[in-house]
């Protein structure tokens, strides 16, 4: 009972370091499963009755892994390892993820709604399945049925933009303010530029253009003779 009080104690010390350390390995781990998906590794989705090798990096676990994750999720799965990563931070920021258990809630909502926007979308790359997995398809499918297409826009719309504030606590009113006050500085930056190009251009047409323009009358004078017109280099006409 001593050991086991003394080992609490002494672990509490670093515990966050030792939540930070677990949650990396396994966002890593997940992500480089889910980098060399094959779907045609052995998996709970997947069987052959021929003893095919396990592709994944990660072993037979990475494929197993990987496979539910493309299952549930569809592309979103990446959105997962994304919210590991964020719930890192939380963690690096605040020391536990008790306090700020709304924004990780929060995260999730905005994966489970991205899931509902690629829902109905295949592509060759992902071997002809749901871009939204069948949580996506699950969710889109009974949206639709209870508030249509319309609505389901709506709702979408609603919830990343609720999610958005309570998970990254960014108003939108502040982001507003700062694309405008980015589209006014490029806008500046983009007139100043233009007027030093033209300064630029008129000092190198003064200095480069101005010699070729004199080096031009002065070859067209010399063919023309006006140089050594009254010379004596040129013999009058009466004198022969």
Not at 147 to 154: D, E, L, P, S, Y
């Amino acid at each position: 009972m001593r050991i086991g009080l003394y080992l609490k104690s002494r672990l509490a010390v670093y515990q966050r370091e030792l939540y930070v350390v677990v949650m990396s390995a396994l966002s890593l781990f997940l992500a480089v499963s889910l980098w060399s998906y094959n779907p045609y590794d052995p998996s709970w989705f997947y069987y052959s009755s021929q003893q095919a090798p396990v592709t994944n990096w990660c072993g037979v676990v990475g494929a197993q892994s990987a496979a539910v994750l493309w299952y549930l999720f569809g592309l979103c799965a990446w959105l997962v390892v994304g919210i590991l990563s964020f719930s890192i931070w939380l963690l690096v920021q605040y020391g536990s993820l008790v306090r700020c258990w709304e924004r990780i809630v929060a995260a999730c909502c905005i994966v489970a709604v991205f899931t509902v926007v690629f829902s109905g979308h295949s592509s060759a790359w992902l071997y002809g399945r749901d871009l939204g997995g069948s949580l996506g398809l699950l969710c889109s499918t009974y949206l639709h049925l209870v508030v249509g297409a319309v609505g389901t826009g709506i709702v979408v719309t609603m919830v990343v933009v609720l999610g958005s504030i309570i998970a990254f606590r960014v108003s939108h009113q502040r982001v507003w303010v700062a694309w405008r006050t980015l589209c006014a500085s490029t806008h500046a930056f983009y007139t100043a530029s233009m007027h030093v190009g033209v300064r630029v251009m008129h000092r190198l047409k003064c200095c480069l253009w101005a010699p070729v323009v004199a080096i031009n009358h002065g070859v067209r004078a010399l063919l023309n003779g006006d140089w050594y017109r009254h010379t004596t280099l040129i013999v009058p006409a009466d004198e022969h």
